[in-house]
């Protein structure tokens, strides 16, 4: 990944954040700013996405990710202002509980609406804004529940996330004519309002078993990174606390 303090800068670029009000996405809507991009926070929290938005000296649309009529008004929206998205972070996800089987469909595929058709959806919408700019960047944020063939309390999430990178890798060779970039960044635990409900809720040697805990601002500094890399596309970036980003090596079953 290059991270070279002369990169360009984001100055003058356009940015939408999902779930920008807190976590992770807030740390990237912080740092987008921080490189001069104009951001646009969509989340379903209308107090948190408007004190943020205040703060970071950003727009907030009230969006609930997992309705397409919501989503489709965002960016409707978003086309009526002038101003065409140039980087779209696919953050807004989640595994609320109970899981699968423990739960009714109508319940475990709000988390495959929420991690996969919602970035799936606003990918679709944001593609005619870059196809005429010329250019622009998805990045995903997926999670390592999505990588390796392990167990995982939340299969749903799990699934989700693993569709997520694919749906990132499937993308590359689609829109790389147009220089529209897709990226995946793949974060271990963080320090989130999330993860800190979680590890409240782990008995003492679960948390011990744990690794080392990123902050949200490193997932934010690989996704910036990669927004601002404009020679990089279909990166798939495994984060792991403690330990530098590392890019995973692209392959397919062939060369399994
Ligand atoms: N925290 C972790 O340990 C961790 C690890 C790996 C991956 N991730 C991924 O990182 C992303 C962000 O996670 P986080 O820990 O910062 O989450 P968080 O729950 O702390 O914050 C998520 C934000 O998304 C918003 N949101 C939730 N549902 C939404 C919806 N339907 N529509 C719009 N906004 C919605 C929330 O209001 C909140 O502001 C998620 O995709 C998550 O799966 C998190």
Redesign the pocket.
């Known amino acids: 990944m290059v991270t070279t303090p002369d990169s360009p800068s984001l100055e003058g670029l356009n940015a939408l954040v999902?779930?920008?009000?807190?976590?992770?996405?807030?740390a990237v809507v912080q740092r987008l700013r921080t490189e001069g991009a104009s951001v646009i926070v969509?989340?379903?929290?209308a107090n948190?996405?408007r004190a943020a938005a205040a703060q970071l000296d950003s727009e907030f649309v009230q969006?609930?990710?997992?309705s397409e009529v919501q989503v489709r008004g965002l960016f409707s929206g978003i086309r009526d202002t002038g101003r065409p998205l140039d980087i779209l972070v696919n953050?807004?996800?989640?595994?609320p509980r109970p899981y699968f089987p423990d739960a009714p469909a109508t319940h475990w595929l709000k988390s495959i609406s929420?991690?996969l058709t919602?970035p799936m959806l606003a990918t679709q919408l944001v593609i005619p804004m870059m196809v005429e700019r010329q250019g622009g960047v998805v990045i995903n944020?997926?999670?390592?529940?999505g990588l390796g063939w392990g167990p995982h309390s939340s299969p749903e999430?799990a699934a989700a996330?693993a569709g997520l990178i694919r749906l990132t890798s499937s993308l590359v060779p689609l829109y790389a004519r147009w220089r529209i970039r897709v990226h995946c960044v793949?974060?271990?635990?963080?320090?989130?309002?999330?993860?800190r409900r979680n590890r409240a809720a782990m008995a003492p040697e679960e948390l011990i078993r744990l690794p080392p805990i990123l902050a949200?601002s490193e997932?934010a500094d690989a996704i910036v990174a990669l927004a601002k890399d404009t020679g990089s596309t279909g990166r798939i970036v495994l984060l792991r606390g403690g330990l530098p980003p590392r890019v995973l090596p692209a392959t397919d079953w062939k060369g399994l």
């Open positions: 999902t779930g920008g009000a807190a976590g992770i996405g807030r969509a989340d379903l929290d948190a996405g969006t609930d990710l997992t953050n807004a996800g989640g595994a929420l991690n919602g944020v997926g999670s390592v529940a999430y996330k793949c974060p271990d635990w963080v320090d989130t309002p999330s993860s949200s997932v």
